[in-house]
């Protein structure tokens, strides 16, 4: 009669190592796998506006949908494309970034604040403050 409880007590006790094993693994430091200084998209709009980094790094844009972005450098004015390269930003013209994908755009060597636009959307910028 001592021997169903014992069986149940040992196999109580397996099934708590085996959670508290599972539960340290997914536990696992998530921002080691993080990519920083992402930007999604959505089908017509960059989801932030802006973003700030340091200088040196990168920007990593993220297609979201199935639509196909063409970016630059330059900004939308009033419904008008206005292409341009500053002085110190990374030359990005015509990269295509295409639906469920992302592309890099960096490094950024030089502080300041640089302007990147989707060349088919209109109204679509982003600002790109380097500290």
Not at 11 to 37: D, F, K, M, Q
Not at 54 to 82: P, Y
Request: neutral net charge.
């Amino acid at each position: 009669m001592l021997r169903k409880p014992g069986v149940i007590l040992a196999l109580c006790s397996v099934i708590v190592l085996l959670l508290a094993a599972c539960g340290t693994a997914s536990n696992a430091n998530p921002a080691s796998h993080s990519i920083e200084n992402v930007v999604h998209m959505s089908s017509m709009q960059f989801v932030q506006s802006s973003i700030t980094i340091k200088k040196g790094e990168s920007v990593t844009l993220v297609a979201d949908t199935i639509t196909t972005h063409i970016i630059a450098n330059g900004t939308w004015e009033q419904g008008k494309a206005h292409p341009g390269a500053e002085p110190g930003a990374p030359q990005v013209k015509d990269l295509q970034v295409a639906g469920n994908s992302s592309q890099t755009i960096g490094p950024f060597t030089t502080a300041g604040t640089f302007k990147l636009y989707c060349a088919i959307h209109s109204g679509m910028n982003l600002t790109v403050q380097v500290v």
